[in-house]
Each structure stands twice: as structure tokens, then as C-alpha cells.
């Protein structure tokens, strides 16, 4: 292989940058995968990658430690299932990189606390007491108070242009770009607001009972579920009683809403043709989703279950990624130091 040209250098060094993490607060499903998953690592030929493992989030709710390193090891091993080359993108662990912590106490001073007061799971838990005649802050610990200036750090630190997120995550991209701003203007241009980048379609993936999927309303279709426990948790979606030869509105429907983003264009419009005309039972289409999660996830099943009985190749993966994270978080932390008069 010849020695990269100058040419070359400048356009790799031109690439924008996309970075995004996930907590090990339970096992990846179809909503992580649709929302934030698939379209992270579809960036990868376009942008330089940074994915972590945001372990040190998850610790404003998991509080058991073999869960921790279970859900670390399940969320590394199902990027790279998917598909993620740790020569291409850099994978790491949070917690790896101490120099997140320091930026997250700097940040923190750029923060105004009442962002921080109005930040959705924060104010989402003290409405939640509020309802139940609890005091306001009752069970509140204040990692889950300073959780978006955590985030931010995350980001930060890499210089990250754009961050693919599902929707629930828009918040705190705006926080993350409010904290830059706030320090930029203290101390002129020094480090990137970033952008959050969701894709309209599947920005809020429903779940078995047609909220949003999501590991806290235990709603979830898991991605590497063995064929019978997936065929259970398809089979749970919850419909309502009409026979399949009334009409029935696909868009409404959480069964469809799911098969959607899974089935040819070809299938979906013959199933939504039915739906619209009757002709479909729910138990026929859960039949199809079923068949349809089984086939595209077999493969990258397989990956998982091989990676999850290696756990010192996942260590090495991330103690690598690790490694080169902390390169650049070292020059970015330099940068703010000197800004500040700390260095
Ligand atoms: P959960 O809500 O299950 O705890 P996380 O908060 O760990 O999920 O989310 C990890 C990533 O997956 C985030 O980028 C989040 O926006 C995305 N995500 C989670 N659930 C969904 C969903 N139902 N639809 C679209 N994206 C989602
Ligand atoms: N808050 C994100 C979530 O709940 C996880 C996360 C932590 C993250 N740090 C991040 C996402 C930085 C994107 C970028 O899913």
C-alpha cells in the first residue's frame, strides 16, 4: 500500500465527525436498533465514527454490578453484530475516559441550573412525585439531576458535528449546544456545537402496547431473542378485537408500525392494501413480523451469541477504542484548560 498523499490527508481530516452513545441499562431492542443503531452505523462511510458504551449514565439507575457488565458486554456485542469494524469506528467505554469527567465539572460552571430543572427525565420524575404527595426531589439522586451536562461533556470532547439519536434524545442535543455556546462566548470559538441528527421515520419506534419501545416500559421486542422467546414477544403486541375481515387502519396499528420498517415496499403495500380492505388477521401479520425479525437477525444473532461467549475479544475491542479516544480527548481537555487559565 503507498503512503497516503497530502490530498488524501486533507480529506480525510475534512470528514465531519458523528459520535453517539447508549447506556447498558438493559438488552438492545428493535427500538435502539431502528432509532439509533442502523442509522449510526450507516454514517460510517461518510463521517469519522465515534460509539461508546455510556456505562457511567447508566449508573443514575443500574445499581447491580453483574447487570452493569452484562448490559456493557450485551450493547458492545451487538454493535459489533451488526456490523461495527473497530478499525473504522472508534468504540470505547465512558468510563475509560476519565478526561469526560473533568470537561462534564467545566461544563457544569457553563450550565445554567435551571436548564438543568427543566431537562425532560429529570422534570419528568419530580412531576411524578409531585402527583404522588411526594417531596418534589423524593428518590431523585443528582446524577440524574446533572445526567444532560454528562452528556454534553460526551460530545464535547470529540468535537462531534452530529450525533444520531432517536427523538427522546432532542433535549438534550439542545443543551449540549446551549452549554457550547455558553462557554464559547466567554472564551471565543473553542469547541463545536453539535447538531442531533434523527431520522423522521423512525424517531419514535412503538413497542408491544404502542408506546414508545423502551427498556423502562418493559414494551421491548429484543433484538437477539432466540426464535421462540421472539416469537413470544411478537405474538404479545397488543391489537384490538376486529375480526380479519373488517378494515382496519394500518397507520393505527401497532403491529404494522413495527412490520413497516422491516418488509419490502412490495409487502408493505399489499398488507396495508388488506388492512385497508380487510382480509388480514392481527395473528397473520405477527406471523410475518415474526418470520421477517428471525430471517434479518439471524446472522448478526449468531455474531452476538459467539461475541457474548468471548467476552476478552469485546475487552480488547474496546480496550483499543479506548485508547484512541483518549488521544483525542487528551488535545481537547489541553485546549480548555488553556482557555480557562488552568494548564
Ligand atoms: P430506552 O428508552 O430503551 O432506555 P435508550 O435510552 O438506551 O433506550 O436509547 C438508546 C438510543 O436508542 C437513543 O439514541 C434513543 O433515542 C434510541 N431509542 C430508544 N428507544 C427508541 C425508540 N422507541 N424509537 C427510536 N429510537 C429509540
Ligand atoms: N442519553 C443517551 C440515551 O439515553 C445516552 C448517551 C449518553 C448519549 N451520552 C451520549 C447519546 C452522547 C449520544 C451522545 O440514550
Known sequence: MTAPTQEMKQTQKKKKIALSGIKPTGTPHVGNYLGMIKPALELVKDYQ???FIADYHGLTTIRDKREMKQHTYEVAATFLALGLNPDEVIFYRQSDIPEVFELTWVLSCFTGK???NRAHAYKGAVDANTAAGHDTDDGINAGLFNYPVLMAADIILFNADVVPVGQDQRQHLEMTRDIANAFNYVYGDTLVPPEALIREEVAIITGLDGRKMSKSYGNTIELFAASKQLRKQVMRIVTDSRTPEEPKNPDE???FNIYKHFATPAMIAENRKKYTEGGVGYGDLKQELFELLDETFTEPRERYNEL???????????NQGAEKAHRIARKTLSKVRRRIGID
Open 49 to 51: 465514527t465515534l460509539y
Open 253 to 255: 396499528n401497532n403491529i
Open 114 to 116: 435551571g436548564w438543568l
Open 308 to 318: 457474548m461467549a468471548n467476552r476478552k475479544e469485546i475487552d480488547a475491542i474496546l
